[in-house]
């Protein structure tokens, strides 16, 4: 008999470290996994992944972030299910599909007899309601709806933790078959000691400071910006590392730039693979998850907070928010400072206390990584999640049931 086919339908033009992870298990598990993914730009290249991984590509123009992304949903959907017709026809078993986002939901009805997991990263019904402005709050409680009946109709539920667990228990509500999946890093990914020299070397002794996802102001670019500025009278040879996409206009950062006189103290790079962008930071110094007060980070939890895992991947020391719970495994592993996130002179404090210290910058690098390798790493989480996927998916025995 055939092997398992296991689709998982992307968002985006790439898979997340977190879909490449599932990825991975599936493999393991003896199935035959494979991407769907979304080119909205229509031009995206595939350079950084095998073609064999992929299932299809969707090439449809779309913006993110706006309600606008509404007109583009029909396209989408037909697309979808024209790939996802021929798997569900073809295949001897029915494949598991994988819906990672809430408009991936609907599809669920259409092809009932797939096996359907949700891999919930957020709570969409909240976060894309911010798109609608003033209506945001009329249009909550018809996402709500829309996301709990979809919910329904998945065979199980990959959720992340969130602040004191309210978004397990928020799952639970719709779907009894619920398993927390921490977002962290796989070894998989670790850069080799060679590929960190290089980078290294390239930094030339200047002490480094990573800022590593979108580049927003509500995930502190601003306040970035104002404590460097205090920085750079105690510590005026640093190096700011930005690697991610802009989110708004890239002309206000080469101003701000150019007027505080801060252009040899910042490197720009475009959003990198995720093996790519460890390679870089594995050899600086600093991780900085600034994340701002706002509904979405006030709810999310130590678990779902994948860019400090990524920091601790690179054996940083990291400087993460003091509200809410979202850097709580920062002080739990003793690998960084809280701060007051929206205050430039607390982020200025922290990073001098790193950067002048150099035997507390060791400690604080070491018990990162150790981090890592002991307890937040996709290792440990995937011994756990594959009896669960196997039971949700095929039965306790291994066999499809009759």
């Not at 850097?327 to 922290?350: H, K, R, S, W, Y």
Request: with cysteine; charged share 25%.
């Amino acid at each position: 008999m055939k092997a398992r086919c296991a689709v998982i339908l992307c968002f985006n033009a790439h898979p997340t470290p977190r879909q490449q992870n599932l990825f991975r298990l599936f493999r393991e598990m003896g199935w035959r996994p494979a991407y769907v993914t979304w080119d909205r730009s229509g031009a995206a290249t595939l350079a950084t992944l095998d073609n064999g991984e992929h299932l299809a590509v969707i090439r449809l123009a779309a913006p993110t972030e706006s309600a606008r992304l509404l007109f583009a949903m029909p396209q989408y959907w037909n697309r979808v299910a024209a790939v996802l017709s021929e798997v569900v026809t073809e295949e001897e078993i029915p494949p598991v599909i994988v819906a990672t986002h809430f408009f991936h939901l609907r599809l669920a009805r259409r092809f009932s007899t797939a096996v359907w997991l949700y891999d919930a990263a957020e709570y969409f019904s909240l976060s894309l309601s911010a798109y609608f402005g003033t209506l945001s709050l009329l249009v909550r409680p018809f996402l709500y709806g829309m996301e709990g009946l979809g919910i329904r109709r998945m065979r199980a539920v990959l959720g992340v933790d969130s602040r004191l667990g309210w978004f397990e228990r928020y799952l639970r509500r719709f779907n009894k078959r619920v398993k927390i999946v921490p977002n962290v890093p796989s070894r998989e990914d670790d850069p080799t000691s060679e590929q960190v020299a290089c980078f290294a070397t390239e930094y030339a002794g200047r002490p480094v400071i990573c800022y590593v996802g979108g580049i927003m102001e509500r995930k502190g670019l601003e306040v970035t910006f104002a404590a460097l500025k205090l920085l750079k009278r105690k510590v005026p040879d640093f190096l700011l590392l930005l690697i991610g996409t802009f989110v708004g206009e890239s002309s206000q950062l080469e101003e701000e730039l150019r007027t505080n006189e801060m252009e040899e103290c910042v490197s720009v790079v475009n959003s990198l693979p995720y093996k790519d962008m460890i390679k870089r930071i594995t050899a600086a110094d600093v991780g900085l998850a600034l994340y701002q007060r706002h509904p979405l980070y006030e709810r999310v939890g130590k678990l779902n907070a994948r860019k400090i895992f990524a920091y601790m991947q690179a054996g940083l020391c990291i400087i993460a928010p003091r509200f809410g719970e979202i850097g709580q495994a920062v002080p739990e592993t003793d690998c960084g400072f809280l701060v007051d996130a929206d205050n430039p002179a607390d982020i200025a404090v922290a990073l001098e206390r790193l950067l002048l210290d150099d035997n507390l910058r060791a400690r604080l690098k070491t018990n990162s990584r150790r981090a890592f390798e002991e307890r937040y790493n996709w290792e440990a989480v995937a011994r756990e999640l594959k009896p669960w996927l196997l039971e949700c998916c095929v039965g306790f025995s291994g066999r499809e049931k009759s």
